[in-house]
C-alpha cells in the first residue's frame, strides 16, 4: 500500500515546500494539496513540484462546476506541472455531477497527457469513477466502507471492460488534544453539507471517527493497521491547530512509511 501526505493549499509557501522535500526524502509515493475556493491548488501544487523529483503529486480535488476543463489545462501548462508525475483530481456536486465529470475526464484526458483522479463518494459516482478514472480518491470514509465503495468502483471498470482505477482515499491524522479539535471543527463542516452527511448516515457514524488522531507521534502508527489491504494508497491529510513547518512535519513523520 502506498503513502500520500497532503495539505492544505492555502498554507506557507515554506510549509508546503519543507513538507513536500521531508515526504520524497521518507518515502512517500505521492504528495497533495486541495483547491479550496478562491486558492489555486495548481500554483500550491507547483511549489512542490519545484522541491521534489520523483513522487507523485495529486490535487485532491478541483471543482468542475467552478473550474472548468480548459482552465484546468491552461493551469496545469502555466504552472508547469510535471505531467508524468501529476495526479489531477477533479470532482463535482450535484445537479448533473455524473455527466459534468464524465466530460470533464474526457476533455482533460484528450488534452493533457497526466493521469485523472475521479473523487467519488456515492454509489453512482463510484461506478462512473470505474468506468473513466484512472485513480479514485475517497474521502470521509472508515476502512469498511471503503471496502464497499472499492467494489463499487471494480463494478464499474468491469462494465467498461478495462482495468480498475488506483483506489485512494484522505484520512485525516491529527496528533494531539489541540488538533482533534481541529479535527471535528473540519467533521462539522463536511456533515453540513448534504452529499457528504448523507455518506455518514449510510455509514452509520460520525465524521471525525473517520480519521486518525492520536495523543503522541509514536501512537499513529499502531493505527494505520487497520487500512492494510483495504486501498491502493492512503493519503494522511494534515490537521494543525497552528498551521507552522514544524507541526506539520511532526505528522510527516509520525506516518511514514515502514523502512
Known sequence: MGYGF?????????????????????GYTSFWVNHPGKTDGLAAL???????????????????????????????RTQKLPQDRLLLGVGSPN???????????????RDLKTRVVVAALGPKMCHLAGEVADGVLFNWLTPEYAKRSVEMVKAGAAAAKRQPPKMCAYVRLAVGAANAAKVKEEADRYDSVP???????RMGVKPETTA?????????????????????????????????????MILVRAAKPAS
Open 6 to 26: 497532503a495539505l492544505f493549499a492555502a498554507a506557507a509557501p515554506e510549509i508546503i515546500r519543507a513538507c513536500s522535500r521531508e515526504a520524497e526524502a521518507l
Open 46 to 76: 507547483a511549489l512542490a513540484a519545484g522541491e521534489t523529483k520523483r513522487i507523485a503529486l495529486g490535487i485532491g480535488v478541483i471543482p468542475l462546476h467552478t473550474r472548468g476543463p480548459e482552465s484546468i489545462v491552461e493551469g496545469v
Open 95 to 109: 445537479p448533473n455531477s455524473l455527466q459534468r465529470v464524465r466530460d470533464g475526464v474526457a476533455a482533460l484526458k
Open 195 to 201: 452529499a457528504y452527511h448523507a455518506n455518514f448516515v
Open 212 to 248: 486518525i488522531i492520536a495523543s503522541k507521534p509514536e501512537e499513529v502508527r499502531a493505527q494505520l493497521a487497520q487500512w492494510n489491504g483495504v486501498l491502493d494508497e492512503v493519503i494522511f491529510r494534515a490537521i494543525v491547530a497552528n498551521d507552522t513547518v514544524e507541526e506539520n
